[in-house]
């Protein structure tokens, strides 16, 4: 960690009173937030938030993460920008707003894209890294670019009504692809332009972020690591997840294979490789329906059976697929079922290895089920 200034002003004395009361702060706290970088990354609903109460908390270097100009559909959630900076860069606008939010904190414009060529030098200069981005493939580019550099990601996620938040920090508990280890297949999962979003919804999360950001600089409290907070504000319930670190994991397991970014768009973009042996959610309805010998195994993590569940089915996760092979009836038809059907075709490919014959996987993985089949089934 960096030198902590040894003092506040008069002035900021003054403007964080309120902090300097909680025992939890007070002055050496107030010096942790000075002397504290955070980069956020994307200047919408997230980040709106997100800046505007790191900036009046007092957090001395704020980065900010931003190539988009602001239009006016942004305006229903993304609090930082007002009706008069429509058409311009969102980067100024923010930057506008958080000077005048707190002069006394230093901001740090990047006007790109992030990507793999520019992440680890931006991300690397910071203490933590808030991710307020909207798309698989800037999101898997902001974990692996974290865990590389060493540094906690507060991640946050938005759509429709519901959100996630948690803290990936690979040194202390799982990263983003310890709990998502395949992005969905391209178009799958819609996004917020296409499917809606509560305009208070990214409020609710991105203040969640900004908690855990302040947070992990005063180095206090119990933060979201290994921990995965699921919002529903139509019912008004937050739940949470236990998360576990993947010690196959290929970015921050024992054995990593990725050592350096990748390319993230052709990672999200790539579907998975075509194969008659598959079958539709419907599909498969029909077969259940008719008594057909089919038997469904499921082969995720065991968390996710907590959030979702196929009835009748055999689970045993895509990792002990090849030491349980035993255990599944050969002379059934096997239909590999998993999120959205990438890790079951693996386990597809797996079990044909073994001799196995008569195996369909299920595109589209229980996801599908839920949107064609069984709207009960609770999509994540
Ligand atoms: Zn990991």
Same mark, same amino acid.
């Given at each position: 960690?960096?030198?902590?200034?040894?003092?506040?002003?008069?002035?900021?004395?003054?403007?964080?009173?309120?902090?300097?009361?909680?025992?939890?702060?007070?002055?050496?706290?107030?010096?942790?937030?000075?002397?504290?970088?955070?980069?956020?990354?994307?200047?919408?609903?997230?980040?709106?938030?997100?800046?505007?109460?790191?900036?009046?908390?007092?957090?001395?270097?704020?980065?900010?993460?931003?190539?988009?100009?602001?239009?006016?559909?942004?305006?229903?959630?993304?609090?930082?920008?007002?009706?008069?900076?429509?058409?311009?860069?969102?980067?100024?606008?923010?930057?506008?707003?958080?000077?005048?939010?707190?002069?006394?904190?230093?901001?740090?414009?990047?006007?790109?894209?992030?990507?793999?060529?520019?992440?680890?030098?931006?991300?690397?200069?910071?203490?933590?890294?808030?991710?307020?981005?909207?798309?698989?493939?800037?999101?898997?580019?902001?974990?692996? &670019?974290? *865990? $590389?550099?060493?540094? %906690?990601? /507060?991640? =946050? +996620? #938005?759509?429709?009504? !519901?959100?996630?938040?948690?803290?990936?920090?690979?040194?202390?508990?799982?990263?983003?692809?310890?709990?998502?280890?395949?992005?969905?297949?391209?178009?799958?999962?819609?996004?917020?332009?296409? &499917?809606? *979003? $509560?305009?208070?919804? %990214?409020? /609710?999360? =991105? +203040? #969640?972020?900004?908690? !855990?950001?302040?947070?992990?600089?005063?180095?206090?409290?119990?933060?979201?690591?290994?921990?995965?907070?699921?919002?529903?504000?139509?019912?008004?319930?937050?739940?949470?997840?236990?998360?576990?670190?993947?010690?196959?994991?290929?970015?921050?397991?024992?054995?990593?294979? #990725?050592?350096?970014?990748?390319?993230?768009?052709?990672?999200?973009?790539?579907?998975?490789?075509?194969?008659?042996?598959?079958?539709?959610?419907?599909?498969?309805?029909?077969?259940?329906?008719?008594?057909?010998?089919?038997?469904?195994?499921?082969?995720?993590?065991?968390?996710?059976?907590?959030?979702?569940?196929?009835?009748?089915?055999?689970?045993?996760?895509?990792?002990?697929?090849?030491?349980?092979?035993?255990?599944?009836?050969?002379?059934?038809?096997?239909?590999?079922?998993?999120?959205?059907?990438?890790?079951?075709?693996?386990?597809?490919?797996?079990?044909?290895?073994?001799?196995?014959?008569?195996?369909?996987?299920?595109?589209?993985?229980?996801?599908?089920?839920?949107?064609?089949?069984?709207?009960?089934?609770?999509?994540?």
């Amino acid at each position: 960690m960096k030198t902590v200034p040894s003092h506040l002003s008069l002035s900021e004395l003054r403007r964080y009173g309120r902090h300097l009361t909680l025992p939890e702060v007070g002055e050496p706290g107030q010096l942790r937030l000075k002397a504290g970088r955070v980069l956020v990354v994307g200047a919408g609903g997230l980040g709106s938030p997100l800046a505007m109460y790191l900036a009046a908390a007092g957090v001395g270097t704020l980065g900010l993460v931003d190539f988009d100009a602001v239009e006016e559909s942004n305006l229903q959630r993304q609090i930082v920008h007002g009706t008069a900076a429509i058409g311009t860069p969102k980067l100024a606008s923010m930057a506008a707003r958080l000077r005048d939010i707190n002069p006394n904190v230093t901001l740090e414009l990047h006007a790109v894209r992030l990507d793999r060529t520019n992440a680890l030098a931006i991300i690397g200069g910071y203490d933590v890294v808030a991710d307020g981005t909207d798309n698989f493939a800037t999101r898997y580019l902001v974990n692996d &670019a974290c *865990v $590389l550099a060493g540094k %906690p990601n /507060v991640y =946050g +996620s #938005i759509l429709r009504f !519901e959100g996630q938040a948690s803290v990936f920090d690979a040194a202390r508990g799982p990263c983003y692809r310890c709990v998502f280890p395949e992005p969905p297949p391209p178009g799958i999962v819609p996004s917020c332009a296409e &499917a809606g *979003v $509560l305009g208070v919804l %990214p409020g /609710v999360i =991105g +203040s #969640i972020q900004a908690t !855990e950001a302040i947070k992990i600089l005063l180095g206090s409290g119990d933060t979201l690591v290994g921990r995965l907070l699921l919002y529903d504000a139509m019912e008004m319930r937050f739940r949470e997840l236990t998360l576990k670190k993947n010690p196959g994991c290929p970015v921050c397991g024992d054995n990593p294979t #990725i050592r350096e970014l990748i390319d993230y768009e052709s990672f999200c973009g790539t579907q998975p490789a075509a194969d008659a042996a598959t079958v539709s959610a419907r599909e498969l309805a029909g077969l259940l329906a008719r008594g057909e010998d089919v038997v469904i195994v499921d082969v995720r993590e065991p968390f996710e059976l907590e959030i979702a569940a196929f009835p009748g089915a055999l689970h045993v996760p895509l990792g002990q697929i090849p030491a349980r092979a035993g255990e599944l009836p050969a002379t059934s038809t096997l239909v590999l079922a998993c999120h959205r059907g990438q890790r079951s075709q693996k386990a597809l490919e797996i079990l044909r290895g073994r001799g196995f014959t008569r195996l369909r996987n299920l595109t589209g993985g229980i996801d599908a089920w839920s949107r064609e089949v069984d709207p009960a089934v609770p999509r994540y």
